[in-house]
């Protein structure tokens, strides 16, 4: 049995269910450091960079999943459902922290969104992560049909290419961490492309 195949069978015995449950640790314990002054000089913007980052994080490890099975041969699918939901409760996280704790204001957040574009495109990516969480269930599969159901969840590229642009405008100046995560979108994305599919598709001439 190969390395590959005794991990799937290990995971097999691993439910999904404690990952929702682990979730709730990291915010709760960012908000404890951030009320006990462990988060520096700004801790509601340092909350805000590491919740909103952390659910970056978690949507890229989603992201990882498929092309982990195809390339490694390591089966991790029955968690991305579940990792899915949490890089979004993540973001809504991060959405409230700012709206609430920073700005304080839903007249001046509102106008936030229209004037600064990396707002407007953090917003963009979020509006599109809604539709992908309403419809991460079993019913939602059904009701749709599996091929709809695919198509619609692609927008998970879209979401992932917007957020890594939003945390590279959100810095100022030039610094190496958002673009150290965008390299890793390109090369995620670029991962899913069956390359001698393309290749071998007969062209027009």
């Known amino acids: 049995m190969s390395i590959s195949q005794s991990i799937n069978t290990a995971l097999r015995r ?23 002054g462990g988060l520096g000089f700004e801790p509601i913007k340092e909350l805000e960079h590491r919740i909103g980052l952390l659910g970056f994080q978690v949507l890229l490890a989603t992201l990882a999943i498929s092309p982990i099975r195809k390339y490694l041969g390591v089966n991790l699918i029955r968690y991305r459902r579940a990792l899915g939901l949490v890089g979004f409760f993540y973001i809504v996280c991060h959405l409230l922290v700012w709206a609430a704790l920073d700005v304080q ?16 495109i953090g917003m963009a990516g979020f509006a599109l992560l809604i539709p992908l969480a309403m419809t ?4 939602s599969i059904r009701r749709m049909g599996p091929l709809k159901w695919r198509r ?3 927008l998970s590229y879209a979401t992932v290419i917007l957020g890594g642009i939003h945390f590279i405008m959100a810095r100022k100046g030039f610094q190496l961490e958002p673009w150290f995560y965008m390299g890793l979108v390109v090369v995620l994305l670029g991962l899913r492309v069956d390359l001698g599919a393309w ?6 001439a």
């Open 105 to 120: 204001a839903v007249n001046e957040a509102l106008a936030d969104i229209v004037k600064r574009p990396y707002i407007t």
């Open 199 to 204: 290749f071998a598709r007969p062209r027009r």
């Open 152 to 154: 619609l969840h692609q």
């Open 136 to 139: 991460s269930n079993n019913w």
């Open 14 to 36: 691993v439910p999904a269910w404690p990952i929702y449950i682990v979730s709730v640790i990291p915010p709760v314990w960012y908000l404890y450091l951030g009320f006990t």
